[in-house]
């Protein structure tokens, strides 16, 4: 592979080709360089009037029914993440442009409040967010979330979350009042407890200890907790599981949940590129280890089979979290949303209204 600089701070090393572009784009003069990666370490915030923001989820095994996005793209720069191919529709590369270049759905919240308030919604549970972090770095400054969650509290609406950042605990104050109504559980993603590795793998996100210190403050406050081992990289990350399983239940998980990484479309060429350029002499294990779990390629799209894998080292990961949850007594407690009063909703009033 030919040799080029790493671009630190971001973990997609170049632009893939968009498949519904003719044209292709690149740098070609290596004088250039500079002013290239210059470019590509800055974020790029491109406001926009979402048509919907509430959306039904038809995919079986993803364990939810609606889920509301207030960004797409995440600076989070995780190489694996499945959501990068959807930054194609927006006429955009799945690689540095989808953490370099995030849209805030500026009208997120209106739209929320007209989906939930309708007389024939049932108040099924909507996850935030079922495609990019609802805490990435965008949301400090734009607080779509913050008050996408003051208007559920407002309707009595049930939200989950999962996330791998700590501004979380921001609003601990609006995820309190939620739990007292059982309105809310939350999942912290924790990849990995190697710094090093999460550097690489995911950039501009909280450390694990950081992430599990969130996982201890939401628990301390009453907010059921759990966490999502997601995904689990074969011949990188999966020895990991006895240790992060034993650290979220010191810290007060619940729950622990896991997905085998499936480098679906553009996401398997900006894997493999990405790898190469961080892990340069293990490249080819992981590589043939992911490949081990999709039937010899690196995607399954398999509904049943496509979260877990197949194969010895898929069976291999599932009974060793099995094992681990069972060592840690995670997984024994369940977990039921309380029902909204309607007639008491049109009476709530929020100082933030």
Known sequence: ??????????????????????????????????????????TIFIPSLAKTFVHKVDSPDVGMMYSANPYQGCEHGCIYCYARNSHEYWDMSAGLDFEQKIIV??????????????????????????????????????QLTRQTLETALAYQQPISIITKNS?????????????????????????????????????????????????EALSHHGIPVGIN??????????????????????????????IIVRLNRQIGAVFEDWVHASYPERAQKIWHSIQNCHHGQVNNSNFGERM???????????????????????NRVSFEYGRPDRRSIGNIQLSLF
């Open 167 to 215: 501004l979380i605990l921001r609003d601990l104050d609006i995820l309190s009042e939620l739990a007292k109504k059982d309105l809310i559980k939350v999942f912290l993603s924790v990849t990995t407890l190697n710094e090093d590795t999460r550097r690489k793998l995911e950039p501009r996100t909280a450390t694990g200890q950081q992430r599990l210190k969130v996982v």
């Open 105 to 142: 759905k500026t009208n997120a919240v209106q739209l929320f409040k007209a989906f939930i308030s309708r007389k024939s919604w049932d108040f099924s549970p909507i996850h935030l967010s079922g495609n990019t972090d609802c805490y990435q770095p965008a949301e400090r400054k734009f």
């Open 1 to 42: 592979m030919e040799d080029k600089k790493y671009i630190k701070g971001r973990g997609a090393q170049y632009n893939p080709h968009n498949k519904f572009k003719k044209d292709i784009y690149g740098q070609y003069h290596a004088e250039g360089i500079d002013e290239w990666e210059e470019e590509n370490k800055k």
């Open 308 to 330: 877990r894998g197949n194969g010895k080292i898929a069976e291999i990961i599932r009974d060793s979290f099995r094992l681990h949850c069972l060592k840690n007594q995670l």
């Open 229 to 258: 081992m997601a995904p689990i990289i074969p011949g990188l990350t999966d020895h990991e599981i006895p240790a992060v399983l034993r650290a979220a239940k010191e810290h007060g998980a619940l729950w622990a949940n896991y």
